[in-house]
Nanobody, 123 residues
Framework: QVQLVESGGGLVQAGGSLRLSCAAS????????MGWYRQAPGQQRELVAT???????DYADSVKGRFTISRDNAKKSVYLQMNSLKFEDTAVYYC?????????????????WGQGTQVTVSS
């Protein structure tokens, strides 16, 4: 059973910083792209940042220059350093990963999601 567990959310004043962490566990053979998404109340889930196993990264325009995604492949973890936070960054942040794993005798590649962590930025 593959799981993604997030941590690091909380309440912060505008202009402040937070660091989100996400660790994958289970019968994992490989992890391809890992990323962060967010969903604000009444809005659709949107991409924040992604990082491939080879080190390529991509960011939403709204967070470029303020957020940094990084990975520790040995720890099967991905991080999101969020600086200069704005009120509009308030959302539930979700970790996602494309993972190859063993289930019984089968190898399969699936997309997994964490449970989400709340980030609230006060203006």
């Amino acid at each position: 059973q593959v799981q993604l567990v997030e941590s690091g959310g909380g309440l912060v004043q505008a202009g402040g910083s937070l660091r989100l962490s996400c660790a994958a566990s289970g019968s994992i053979i490989s992890i391809n792209t890992m990323g962060w998404y967010r969903q604000a109340p009444g809005q659709q889930r949107e991409l924040v940042a992604t990082a491939t196993s080879g080190g390529s990264t991509d960011y939403a325009d709204s967070v470029k220059g303020r957020f940094t995604i990084s990975r520790d492949n040995a720890k099967k973890s991905v991080y999101l350093q969020m600086n200069s936070l704005k009120f509009e960054d308030t959302a539930v942040y979700y970790c996602s990963a494309r993972i190859g794993s063993i289930s019984g005798v089968r190898y399969a590649i699936n997309d997994y999601w964490g449970q989400g962590t709340q980030v609230t930025v006060s203006s």
